[in-house]
């Protein structure tokens, strides 16, 4: 007797024995417990901060819109400076600290990136004025603007009387970024 399986023993899949009848799956398989039984048309659900049927986000006018908000925070601000100086916990003094900490942070930073988009408003402006008058248009690369803004931030600072400190950190901080590209065997000469 020969070895060759017959073709009872082969496993079949998925096969069709005539156009007339249905596909024969496979019966060891279990079916799945929440199978779609009946096709339901799906529901799109659109949210509308992100759905450009919705219009375009205007930031300058979300922010004169609710420019309440900015003074309302600072009362908070004003409120929980009250509220860590009466406090006598010293824990939650030190939560009340960190959380007013935090709030003054993400206000600076937010009063940062405005002064970045006002320099940014301005060249671009300036640019435009330039184009109309006869001049090559010429785009800003990122670093040239930071070196604009670098250069801003020297002339407001240039008034103040903590200057020379703002200075030297500097100086401090370029001169370690330096130091650790010298190769190793030079730092011990």
């Known amino acids: 007797m020969s070895a060759q399986p017959s073709n009872n023993d082969i496993p079949r899949k998925k096969t069709k024995k005539s156009s007339n009848k249905p596909i024969e799956i496979t019966a060891t398989r279990p079916v799945g417990r929440f199978r779609q039984v009946v096709d339901l048309p799906s529901k799109n659900i659109r949210d509308p901060r992100f759905d450009h049927f919705c219009g375009k986000f205007n930031e300058d006018l979300f922010k004169k819109s609710y420019h309440f908000v900015e003074d309302v925070k600072k009362q908070e601000l004003e409120d929980l400076k009250h509220t860590i100086k009466k406090t006598k916990d010293a824990s ?6 960190n959380k007013l900490d935090r709030e003054l942070t993400r206000m600076r930073s937010e009063k940062d990136t405005e002064a970045r988009a006002a320099l940014k408003r301005k060249v671009k402006k300036e640019e435009q004025e330039l184009i109309k008058k006869g001049k ?3 785009y800003l690369k990122k670093s040239a603007l930071r070196q604009i803004e670098l250069t801003e931030k020297f002339n407001e600072a240039k008034g103040k009387s903590n200057f020379d400190k703002v200075l030297e950190k500097r100086r401090k901080r370029n001169a370690t970024k330096e130091h650790k590209l010298v190769p190793f065997k030079r730092h011990q000469e």
């Open 136 to 138: 090559k248009p010429f």
């Open 92 to 97: 939650a003094a030190k939560n009340l600290q």
